[in-house]
């Protein structure tokens, strides 16, 4: 972090209110969200206890595994999650646009243009925390190799029809989620401690609630005191008032409540198995059904604070305006959905367990490149990220004093203008680095040429002044002109391509794919997990 | 083997404290108890609190709180900051059954995962005894016998002491594996899942820092024992993906017992912290109104950062107390490290501006800052950056 973000967290200890971090929204915000929030049981992997989904603030649906240890009702839990989660992803599936796009012949190696489906636009999943990312991964991790009876009639323990489908689903989002810049999934912290920063540390950062307090405080009470009853404040039984944002749910909840109230479930339903008669039957079936509403009844008082934070902090970001650069990524992010969805059409199987070496370095190469395209992006979207890479000495602004013609001295001579700049900022400026501004979106570089004596700069002008001895209009600056000039690049450099897979050569391609698609996880007899 | 940590008689000679003498042993364990209160028992320091306290050597306050065995949990909450700490009973059942079935078929199935398929027989020597030094005698002698003999040995929850800072505590690995040859392997049992072969790297991360201590501990009864050595590489075991059939993994612990040993060796004699306390200070709950026990906190310097709020109990007191004092490091390691001589959150803020006026810190600070220092310097340009670009923005609003 830089020291900037630090003056704002000192600020913000100061007068007891956030400060900001950007002057825009870096992040896409789509019209109509889904929000998830799980909880899990605490102990056992991948075994939830509830969840709140949906898109509309006002009418969640709740999701509730009376006793998590039931194979049976974790499947059904999974059952209804899948309807709730796929018919809003084939909501996006239908609606493309064509794009054209150049593709190289295999057999002639001729290049074409193709016309090629991309989504209109893209589902969107945002979970409270970054732990409910890596529970979205889990989840997907868990249910994507399971087998429906369908797919495999003798599988022992079959898991309802569209539940691998959501695994798959939700293992696409989850590796998506680790591109810088993406948005399809995000976690509500992670929005709100890249726009805002808060007078506390980073740690305590991860907590939903307290961050909230910071940033949008009821009745202007100060963020550290709003934080502090949000992390530790209890009821007269000992209950936190602003529960954890999940997956995993306080142990006092858990053993005070929760325990006693799946122990009571599970008397009920033993109960209901021992009936001998239908009077008694019904007697015990209605105290099943009072069991199941009070479990309900509990882990809904644990998620619906949650929920409501989610979408609070949802609107605070959606009074931010949007960064000019955030659709191009999100384009990127419609592309990712798009061929997502043609590999489930084209009965591909699920994502392997791991990587080959072919795809994680194509992965990572990936990854590395939104970096630097975030990082220049977010730049010059955003004065007050430009404000961090000019104290690092990596951008500077700068008012030009002189313009004076120059050509290059070949058959047609094509313009080289020199800009006397005058500028406070310290950039690592050497001969011949070359610099950047940003000119109706497209980036135009310049030359460091020399330093004067006064401390001015002087920039030659290499590019986009068209192609005649007379540079093109608007295209050179003008005397008194401010300039925001950066010394990286506008559009991250990607490397050498990667070769295709069956290009690669054998010391760098890792042991053959199997064709097999993967084995579903080894199940036991127990309905423990 | 290296010489373990605690024997008072061999401590490197550039320590300049006196060596303990069995008398001043007595005083000090005399001067902890009168700290505790003399009829609280103290409370054992598990391998967590260990390793933890070894994450922030350079705080006094915990370091004499835990060499004393004062219930800091009570504490915290006399003091009006409940630590949040808690385990949820649906993962201590699931522990304990999953620890269970790992040791069933009489530590048959351990071995297995340390991948020897036909161990033979397995003994497991009974390990109870009464009291803790029954039981360290016990497990020291059941580790002697293994040692000398040519089979496979499972000790099952041994008990192990090791000194810190003073005084000894007492340490319950979860197992320990004997070899043939004389090597012993320490067994860390957890219930967090392996998926993929991967387990979650933060919570691996503490588990060997974790069996680090026990193998600092080991080394204590290894030194003594002959022909054994202790194993540099821990076995964790924990269930696969989303099973509860038990996968291990071997991890190598060096660098984390390297870092825990070198922290333990920097720690504070706790006698030395003691002894700088004023006379009748006391942590002893019974009888003392939060005014007092606040004190007495008080009298010991605390070393807060925010990751004490994971680790220990009285992390919440801590902070506030820090935040009262303006102190920079509430928000975090890092930014303390780049603020040069300004510690309090009052004077950077002054100096960023410049304006020389205090701040809301104390005012004996280096206010305002002289502008020649460089962190003074690259303070105020980040002040002017960032208040231009605000001031930017908001007339881009306005427009």
Same mark, same amino acid.
């Given at each position: ?271 209901? =198995? ?7 039957? *019904? $007697?015990?079936? !209605? @105290?099943?059904?009072? &069991?199941? /509403? %009070? ?51 084209? =009965? ?7 990587? *080959? $070496?072919?795809? !994680? @370095?194509?992965?990572? &190469?990936? /990854? %590395? ?60 400026? *050497? $001969? ?98 | ?399």
């Amino acid at each position: 972090m830089s020291l900037i973000a630090h003056l704002a967290r000192m600020e913000a200890v100061e007068t007891g209110r956030a400060q900001p971090l950007a002057t825009v929204r870096h992040r896409h915000l789509g019209g109509r969200p889904l929000v998830l929030v799980p909880l899990t049981t605490a102990g056992e992997a991948g075994a939830p206890l509830g969840a709140l989904v949906g898109t509309d603030p006002d009418e969640p649906r709740l999701l509730v595994v009376p006793q998590p240890r039931d194979r049976e009702l974790r499947f059904a839990f999974l059952a209804e999650l899948a309807e709730e989660v796929l018919p809003y992803v084939d909501g996006y599936a239908d609606a493309v646009e064509l794009v054209e796009r150049n593709e190289t012949d295999p057999e002639t190696g001729k290049k074409t243009k193709v016309e090629v489906e991309l989504c209109a636009d893209a589902p969107q999943l945002i979970v409270p925390s970054r732990a409910g990312i890596e529970y979205v991964r889990l989840l997907g991790r868990s249910t994507r190799f399971r087998r429906t009876a369908e797919q495999d009639p003798d599988t022992p323990y079959p898991a309802p029809p569209r539940v691998p489908l959501l695994g798959r689903w939700l293992t696409h989002y989850g590796e998506r989620a680790r591109v810088p810049g993406s948005s399809l999934l995000l976690a509500a912290t992670d929005l709100l401690n890249r726009h805002w920063a808060t007078g506390q540390s980073s740690l305590e950062d991860q907590h939903l609630g307290a961050l909230l307090a910071w940033i949008d405080p009821y009745d202007d009470e100060p963020g550290a005191e709003g934080a502090h009853r949000a992390e530790l404040g209890r009821d007269s039984r000992g209950q936190l008032l602003c529960p954890p944002a999940g997956p995993a749910t306080d142990p006092a909840f858990d053993n005070q409540l929760l325990a006693p109230a799946i122990e009571a479930y599970d008397r009920a339903r033993q109960a209901v =198995g021992a009936a001998e008669d239908g009077g008694t039957a *019904d $007697a015990a079936l !209605a @105290a099943l059904h009072r &069991a199941e /509403r %009070e479990v309900r009844r509990l882990v809904l008082s644990q998620l619906r604070p949650t929920w409501g934070a989610t979408w609070r902090a949802l609107g605070l970001l959606r009074q931010l305006p949007e960064g000019a650069r955030v659709p191009d990524r999100w384009t990127r992010d419609r592309w990712s959905f798009t061929a997502h969805r043609d590999r489930i059409t084209a =009965g591909e199987p699920p994502q392997p367990r791991r990587d *080959d $070496a072919v795809t !994680a @370095a194509a992965k990572l &190469a990936a /990854r %590395e490149q939104a970096q630097g395209q975030l990082d220049a992006q977010e730049a010059l979207d955003d004065p007050l990220v430009l404000a961090g890479r000019r104290l690092s000495g990596e951008a500077f602004a700068a008012e030009v004093t002189e313009v004076t013609m120059a050509w290059t001295e070949s058959k047609r001579p094509a313009p080289r203008p020199l800009l006397t700049v005058r500028t406070e900022d310290r950039p690592h400026l *050497d $001969a011949g680095v070359k610099v950047y501004r940003s000119l109706g979106g497209k980036p135009q570089s310049a030359e460091f040429a020399r330093r004067e004596e006064d401390g001015s700069l002087v920039l030659r002008l290499l590019d986009r002044m068209g192609r005649s001895k007379e540079p093109a209009e608007g295209t050179v600056p003008e005397k008194g002109e401010r300039i925001s000039w950066t010394l990286f690049e506008h559009d991250a450099r990607v490397g050498p391509k990667l070769p295709d897979p069956e290009e690669t050569p054998w010391t760098h391609g890792g042991p053959p794919r199997s064709a097999d698609a993967e084995l579903p996880d080894a199940v036991t007899p127990e309905d423990l997990l | 083997m290296s010489a373990s940590l605690d024997d008072g008689g061999s401590r490197p000679p550039q320590t300049t404290d006196p060596v303990p003498t069995p008398a001043s042993r007595r005083r000090t364990r005399e001067r902890l108890a009168e700290l505790r209160g003399p009829a609280v028992p103290p409370r054992p320091l598990d391998a967590r609190a260990l390793a933890a306290l070894a994450a922030n050597p350079g705080c006094r306050r915990r370091a004499l709180l835990d060499g004393a065995g004062v219930d800091k949990a009570a504490l915290a909450s006399r003091l009006g900051s409940p630590a949040p700490f808690g385990q949820s009973q649906f993962a201590i059942v699931r522990g304990n059954s999953f620890e269970a079935k790992v040791k069933a078929d009489g530590g048959r199935e351990l071995l297995r995962l340390l991948g020897v398929e036909d161990p033979g027989t397995v003994a497991v020597p009974d390990l109870s005894a009464s009291g803790p030094e029954g039981r360290t005698a016990r497990t020291a002698l059941a580790l002697r016998e293994a040692t000398a003999g040519d089979g496979w040995t499972l000790l099952d929850h041994p008990l192990l002491t090791l000194e810190v800072a003073g005084s000894p505590v007492h340490l319950e690995p979860d197992a320990v594996v004997v070899d043939p040859t004389g090597r012993w392997t320490v067994v860390e049992i957890k219930s967090f899942p392996m998926v993929d072969g991967a387990a979650d790297a933060a919570k691996v991360g503490a588990a060997a820092r974790q069996a680090a201590v026990y193998v600092l501990a080991l080394e204590r009864v290894a030194a003594l024992t002959e022909g054994a050595e202790v194993g540099h590489t821990v076995l964790l075991v924990c269930p696969k993906d989303f099973s509860n059939l038990p996968t291990a993994s071997a991890v190598d612990v060096r660098r984390q017992r390297a870092v825990t040993r070198r922290q333990l060796e920097r720690l504070t004699r706790i006698e030395e912290i003691a002894e700088a306390l004023p006379e009748g200070l006391s942590f002893d709950l019974e009888g003392r109104s939060a005014e007092e026990l606040s004190a007495a906190v008080e009298a010991v310097p605390h070393a807060y950062a925010p990751d004490c709020l994971t680790a220990c109990e009285l992390g919440f007191h801590c902070r506030s107390r820090a935040r009262e004092a303006d102190a920079v490091q509430t928000l975090g390691r890092a930014v303390r490290g780049e603020l040069g001589g300004l510690t309090t959150i009052g004077a950077v803020l002054a100096a960023a501006r410049g304006d020389g006026a205090p701040g809301s810190g104390d005012a004996d600070g280096p206010e305002g800052g002289a502008p020649e220092d460089p962190a003074v310097a690259a303070l105020r340009r980040a002040w002017a950056l960032r208040q231009e670009a605000l001031a930017g923005a908001e007339a881009a609003a306005c427009r």
